[in-house]
């Protein structure tokens, strides 16, 4: 029964709320029921889970720890003095588990297939609870995957993978410095030939493809676009939205109208209204 | 200069964090900058501000007290260590208000006026976060006001409060305990004459009008729903949605389609992309 702060286990997750540690170890970390039972229906390789005897009781912690079991996941028993001493939640779970960090680039095919039809692209999302929302919105609407640009929040930090409610596991994970390199990766030159781009392989989306920016200044509203696919979704942070040469480059430019005083929407919120809308427009165009 | 974590002001602050003490002076507590420059616009009643001399400076920190005087509110200046004992945010803001509570029932007009056309309705929301983003959405989609029915975190909690942004100073904002009490609040037997309910005061909304509601295994797509208007539109949480006995005196169902994996999105999200189709509705049929 594990119950020393200072045990290794205890020490590791507690770790790997930072990235630095992420990084070298390449695992990360995970809370509660939910999203523990949530990597093993993923798929997601798990190196050991931890969990409270006393604390993680009921006909659902009992299906979680028999799955557990039938993946030889090494288990460990936990105190819930220790269990509080590693997690952060503000009411410490049952269980907390480590996890490796899933390859996504060059693509692992996704755990369930998904479309290629639109991707979630994100412009400096420093907010680890909205970054979260927002893959959770983009594998909520098929997206292919997300790609975060520029600094934002990192997509395994604890924060972030809980905000996802699992997502994280489920869709494809890019990163791209700026808009070039996110030209890069989806392939722009890739109507001439093959792909030539700095990273060697293939883009993920093959061109060609059309750059959708939120903008709460353009005069076209989103349900009253057409969205060509494949496109990729680039939305911005509440507080700064997209700077203006970003919104030049793009393709298509679209406004969320809003009848009402309130200065802007929480990004996330956002995000998801404008998910729904390129979601339907690839439904009724047959690609899910 | 308050430097005292025992100053009368830094400990009613740090009260107000508790439902019982905002019931008891009918007052709350606000930080930073842009919520205390949010309630001058709305027009709050501010009872005094305190700000760190040191670490509230700028141009815009200067409009704000420019402002704050100019409104003849009490000010006070505070030491950073003061302010971080008053405070509950992560990193300490420059300044910290308390306002009074507004009077919601019977109804203040909103400082805008605003439409009448729907009213967001929110089933058990216990979250502050999302209750908060919530109050938000309604006020950028031109609904009325909010209705908190059942359990629901407290619209005045410093959390709701910081995640509406400020919309909880612009639109009207009710509580009822069930569905029977809704009702009577929105006059549902107003078609029969005077409104006799036991309130005693006009409903907020007169009949008729229709109930909708966010139902996941409805069959009809909330984009390609005819919403009659005026309208209440009700959401529940992510994690348990609506009752059936709820969602069976609904007049219209609609369900937010979803291609994807993911088993649910965040509550406010799906409240957000359900605003937005019922404020398109509003906007085509002229209400804003």
């Known amino acids: ?25 390449g695992l990360f970390a995970m809370e509660g029921r939910r999203l523990v039972a949530e990597a093993v229906r993923a ?5 050991w889970a931890a969990y409270s005897p006393e604390k993680f009781v009921g006909p659902e912690a009992d299906r979680l720890l028999h799955s557990l079991m039938q993946a030889n996941v090494e288990l460990h028993e936990i105190t819930p003095r220790a269990l509080a001493a590693m997690t952060h939640t503000e009411t410490p779970p049952g269980i907390g588990a480590v996890g490796r960090i899933p390859e996504t680039y060059p693509l692992a095919p996704s755990p369930r297939g998904g479309g290629s039809a639109w991707w979630l692209a994100l412009w400096q999302i ?28 990192d997509f395994w930090d604890p924060k972030v993978v809980r905000a996802s409610a699992g997502s994280v596991l489920w ?13 890069v990766l989806f392939g722009e030159d890739s109507r001439d030939g093959p792909h030539n781009g700095t990273t060697g392989v293939p883009p993920v989306l093959p061109a060609p493809w059309v750059l959708v920016a939120a903008d709460m200044q353009a005069p076209l509203a989103c349900d009253e676009a057409e969205y060509a696919l494949p496109c990729v979704l680039l939305v911005g ?19 969320i109208p809003m009848p009402g005083e309130a200065e802007s929407l929480n990004a ?21």
């Open 237 to 255: 942070s509440e507080a700064h939205g997209l700077p203006e040469e970003v919104l030049a480059a793009a393709d298509l430019r679209v406004r």
């Open 43 to 47: 798929g997601a390789e798990l190196m």
């Open 268 to 288: 996330a919120v956002a995000a998801g209204i404008l998910a729904f809308q390129v979601s339907r427009k690839a439904a009724r165009a047959g690609q899910f």
């Open 171 to 183: 869709v494809s994970l890019l990163e791209a410095e700026g808009l070039p390199e996110l030209r």
């Open 126 to 153: 420093r907010d680890p609870g909205n970054l979260g929302s927002m893959v959770r919105i983009a594998h909520a609407f098929g997206a292919a995957g997300v790609v975060a640009v520029g600094p934002c929040a």
């Open 1 to 25: 029964m594990i119950d020393s702060p200072q045990n290794q286990h205890v020490k590791l997750f507690r770790s790997l709320a930072e990235a630095k540690h992420r990084r070298e170890t």
